[in-house]
């Protein structure tokens, strides 16, 4: 994987889409060649499936952190969160009742980003300290929740009678 690919993968990241007319306009990258990269992507297994599903493993990003924080702010949780969702990294984050604030999730390359993605998290002026967990092994990551329910279950808790 190289620059192109990157910035390809990246591109359909933002754009929500592998169309190879709007990769070329967002990248500059000529359509053959979006084509052709794309399916090596493909066969390399980086990307899964026809919706460009990435593996984070493949990528390079397999490293997960799950960070608790607990901050001390006198504002709306909202402007921490905002301060929180801006590190990178960052791909899901949480505000949350109990003793801990804020429950956020972090994809990494290793232990350097995970030792900058810790110091960002603490330079926040509302962050009083954060506990992390490094996750050992991915049991379950989905972003297409309906997969974890039986249709039936759906049908009987959101159908309209």
Known sequence: MDERDITLLKAISDLGT???????????????????????????????????DVDLEEFGLGVTVIVEVLADYS????????????????TQAYFTMGETD????????????VERLISEFEAVEEVDRTNSTYVISTLRDSQRVLQSYSVETLIEELAEE
């Open 102 to 113: 804020f429950i956020v999730i972090a994809r990494l390359t290793g232990s350097e980003m």
């Open 18 to 52: 592998g169309s190879p007319e709007r990769l070329h306009e967002a990248t500059g990258i000529p359509v053959s060649t979006i084509h052709y990269r794309l399916n090596n992507l493909k066969e390399d297994g980086i990307i899964e499936n026809d919706l460009y």
């Open 75 to 90: 504002g709306s949780y909202e402007d921490v969160g905002e301060k929180l969702m801006e590190i990178e990294g960052v």
